[in-house]
């Protein structure tokens, strides 16, 4: 079946630590994201790439890093400059820019806790 | 600039009763909307989407929502809830005229749906 994998599904990190969220996509789409979810405050951007070996900051990139080196895969870093890590992470996937009308189908999240 | 406003923290509804889940929304030119839904622990799943023609549209599990392009809205209908509807609900918009295919996301709604 095709989806979006996300592992691990839970993690423990302790403050300085830098962690790794996985992201794999078998849909063929062009187009990746990362959001973060805080209660109350619905998703936030952080990154996004429209296309392999690029990608651009959303809203609240500071402290995190990605890379796009496959179509199939958007891992996303949170370093030990991220203040406040611990939140739920999702991410998503869709067509190109240009190319359907822009709806996303997300993972099954990553829930980051910091000790 | 792109927005949405889900007006509602939390929505109860009785079994068998229609239920509404408001959402308002702010672009520049003309926009994508859409519905997601969320359970527990889950990633986001879509419902439906307006792109243009038929002001009333309609999705999976019975849901519909309505564009009111004069009052900005973009309201989730059901005629009779289950409680298995219980979940948390995000509407979210895209302007057709940016590049980007990323979606601006509601803070979200809490349903609850009592026996």
């Known amino acids: 079946d095709g989806g979006i994998t996300q592992s691990p599904k839970y993690l423990f990190r302790k403050e300085g630590q830098n962690v790794t969220l996985s992201c794999e996509q078998n849909l063929n789409h062009d187009a990746m994201y990362w959001y973060r979810q805080d209660p109350g405050q619905g998703l936030r951007l952080i990154y996004y790439s429209q296309i392999v070996n690029d990608f651009q900051k959303g809203d609240i990139a500071e402290g995190y890093s990605v890379s796009r080196e496959k179509k199939e895969s958007f891992p996303l870093t949170v370093t030990s400059a991220q203040k406040n890590p611990t939140a739920f992470y999702l991410c998503a996937s869709s067509l190109g820019t240009g190319s359907g009308t822009g709806e996303l189908f997300f993972g099954e999240g990553s829930r980051l806790t910091v000790l | 600039a792109q927005s949405v406003a889900q007006p509602e923290d939390q929505v109860n509804v009785a079994e068998g009763n229609p239920l509404t889940v408001k959402c308002t929304y702010s672009v520049s030119g003309n926009p994508y909307l859409f519905w997601y839904v969320q359970y527990p622990n889950r990633g986001l799943q879509f419902l439906l989407k307006?792109?243009?023609?038929?002001?009333l549209v309609k999705g999976s599990y019975g849901f519909e929502a309505e564009f009111n392009k004069s009052q900005t809205s973009f309201h989730l209908k059901k005629p009779s809830a289950l409680v298995s509807d219980s979940a948390l609900y995000f509407c979210?918009?895209?302007?057709?005229?940016?590049?980007?295919?990323?979606?601006?996301f509601g803070t979200g709604t809490r349903l609850t749906v009592i026996p």
């Open positions: 979210a918009v895209r302007d057709k005229q940016t590049g980007a295919n990323n979606l601006f």
């Open positions: 307006y792109i243009t023609g038929d002001n």
